[in-house]
């Protein structure tokens, strides 16, 4: 089993940080590929992040380009979503994700493992 823990969220102004964090735990030496997502009322999930260990790169959405970075800490199985500037358009509630050798880290069903997702809420 695998279990994945976020923390970070909260209220935050707009144009202010927030950093989101993702421990990822259990049997996870088979995991490759990690994803943040995010829904807001009404709406779709969507995608926001990615890293492809197979591809060797991340992935962004267009929105979050230049203002969101993916990053990890191996030694701490741990996963993070740095937000800089984030705007209104960005509250959601945020969802880490994993899986092995994702084919389309874009799409949410590629993902096997969730976590429960922090309320990131942007003030203006």
């Known amino acids: 089993q695998v279990q994945l823990a976020e923390s970070g969220g909260g209220l935050v102004q707009a144009g202010a940080s927030l950093r989101l964090s993702c421990v990822v735990s259990?049997?996870?030496?088979?995991?490759?590929?990690m994803g943040w997502f995010r829904q807001a009322p009404g709406k779709e999930r969507e995608f926001v992040a990615a890293?492809?260990?197979?591809?060797?790169?991340?992935y962004y959405r267009d929105s979050v380009k230049g203002r969101f970075t993916i990053s990890s800490d191996n030694a701490k199985n741990t996963w993070y979503l740095q937000m800089s500037g984030p705007n209104p358009k960005d509250t959601a509630v945020y969802y880490c994700?994993?899986?092995?050798?994702?084919?389309?880290?874009?799409?949410?069903?590629?993902?096997?493992?969730w976590g429960r997702g922090p309320q990131v809420t942007v003030s203006s």
């Open positions: 259990g049997r996870t030496f088979h995991l490759s590929d």
């Open positions: 994700a994993v899986a092995t050798d994702v084919r389309r880290p874009q799409v949410p069903n590629e993902y096997r493992y």
């Open positions: 890293f492809s260990r197979s591809g060797g790169r991340t």
